[in-house]
């Protein structure tokens, strides 16, 4: 069975920081751990009634819970935590940045993956297109590309080249952090 991949809990918190509010049918929030054990709230509640709170271990984003979340503005202990396709979408659509994967075959015959990333600004209308008529409405959907290509740098220990990643999905993460902090102020 092909499973979602889910953005890591460092991308998570950056998506937040930078403004994203989609709807994720996964988040991330504290786990809630005894001996080293994820514990439900009744299991939770039950220890700190016998007096053996000190007992749980509270940790920040270490769990990936399964329900619809929203990022706010509060600074709660939850985290909307897209698909690695989720995120690469909200990039597109909201900041017109592009993440592009390739495959590639490295040394040995090793199938491994680069990562690009490519900007856009919005066209803005010239005196020409004025002149034959255009209005800002013909030509809000056209981009102009600002930059191209950028190569993410991989830090991989298995390719040595160190110029592609062990997997899509590495690759993926890779190219939207960069974009998270390099990209969006």
Known sequence: ???????????????????????CS???????LHNGV??????ECELKDEGRGNEIEYIEGGM????NYQNSDDDSKIWAAPTLWGAMKWLREVHNIDIDIDACCGMLGIR?????????????????DKEFGLTEDDVKHRLVQSKRNT???????IIPAHEYFDSYE????????????????
């Open 170 to 185: 590495e690759a993926c993460e890779a190219a939207i952090k960069y974009c998270l902090i390099n990209l969006l102020k």
């Open 1 to 23: 069975m092909i499973k979602e991949n889910f953005v890591s809990f460092e991308i998570a918190k950056l998506l937040r920081e930078k403004g994203f509010r989609e709807v």
């Open 151 to 157: 190569r993410i740098p991989s830090k991989s220990e």
């Open 26 to 32: 996964r988040c991330y929030g504290i786990a809630v």
């Open 38 to 43: 994820n514990i439900s709230f009744d299991e």
């Open 112 to 128: 491994c993956y680069a990562a690009y990333v490519s900007t856009y600004k919005p066209y803005k209308l010239t005196d020409i």
């Open 64 to 67: 990936l819970y399964d329900f």
